[in-house]
């Protein structure tokens, strides 16, 4: 028989608190810093924002990473299952 976790809303807001804080460790005071989806979609700072917040509520892990597109600073959000 294989139990199945139940993820806490603790640990689940946890999750998008954590990716909220390392988006604002890479853009500051920002709002100009577009944010590019799993899918390819680029979005706002706010939209960014509330897309970490439905994954981690969804039961996904979420995470962003800053890069330089063309010299312009640009987040990436990802979102995964562990095995």
Not at 12 to 21: F, G, Q, S, T, V
Request: charged share 30%; hydrophobic share 40%; proline share 4%.
């Amino acid at each position: 028989m294989t139990l199945c976790r139940v993820t806490s809303n603790a640990e689940l807001e946890r999750r998008w608190i954590d990716a909220w804080n390392d988006l604002f460790d890479i853009i500051g005071s920002r709002t100009d810093v577009p944010c590019r989806l799993p899918d390819g979609t680029v979005v706002d700072v706010e939209a960014c924002k509330g897309w970490l917040q439905d994954q981690a509520y969804a039961d996904w892990h979420v995470a962003v990473r800053g890069s330089r597109v063309n010299g312009r600073l640009e987040v990436t959000a990802s979102r995964w299952r562990p095995d």
